[in-house]
C-alpha cells in the first residue's frame, strides 16, 4: 500500500520559517517525482514545488523562499519554507507520481498524503 505522510505543519509569525516533512513507502520513492501542493483559502489548489532528479521547480511566488529536497536513504521529501507570508496559509498536501508530466498543467498525481496545514499569522 503507497502511503505519504506529511508532519511538520503549523503556526508561524510572518518572516519565519516551518520545515514540512513527507515519510513515503518504499516501494514508490525512488523512481518517483516528488512535489508539494497547497490549498489556499478561496483559491484552486497549486502546485508549489517539484523534485525530479536533479530538477527542481517551484511557484514563482514561492522562489528565494522555499527550498524542495529528497533524502533518499529516509525515503523522505521535504519542504523547507523561509520568509513566510499570510497569503501562504493553507493546507500542504504532498505528491508522488512515476512521471513529472503528471506535474504538468491540468495533470494531476497518482499519489497523495493527507495534508498538513500551515497558519501565518501574528
Known amino acids: 500500500q503507497v502511503q505519504l505522510v506529511e508532519s511538520g505543519g503549523g503556526l508561524a509569525e510572518p518572516g519565519g520559517s516551518l520545515r514540512l516533512t513527507c515519510v513515503v513507502s518504499?516501494?514508490?520513492?525512488?523512481?518517483?517525482?516528488m512535489g508539494w501542493y497547497r490549498q489556499t483559502p478561496g483559491n484552486e489548489r497549486e502546485l508549489v514545488a517539484v523534485?525530479?532528479?536533479?530538477?527542481?521547480i517551484y511557484l514563482e511566488s514561492v522562489k528565494g523562499r522555499f527550498t524542495i529536497s529528497r533524502d533518499n536513504a529516509k525515503n523522505t521529501v521535504y519542504l523547507e519554507m523561509n520568509s513566510l507570508k499570510p497569503e501562504d496559509t493553507g493546507v500542504y498536501f504532498c505528491?508522488?507520481?512515476?512521471?513529472?508530466?503528471?506535474?504538468?498543467?491540468?495533470?494531476?498525481?497518482?499519489?497523495w498524503g493527507q495534508g498538513t496545514q500551515v497558519t501565518v499569522s501574528s
Open positions: 505528491t508522488a507520481d512515476p512521471s513529472v508530466g503528471s506535474y504538468s498543467t491540468g495533470g494531476r498525481p497518482r499519489y
Open positions: 518504499t516501494t514508490i520513492f525512488n523512481n518517483h517525482t
Open positions: 523534485h525530479s532528479d536533479p530538477v527542481t
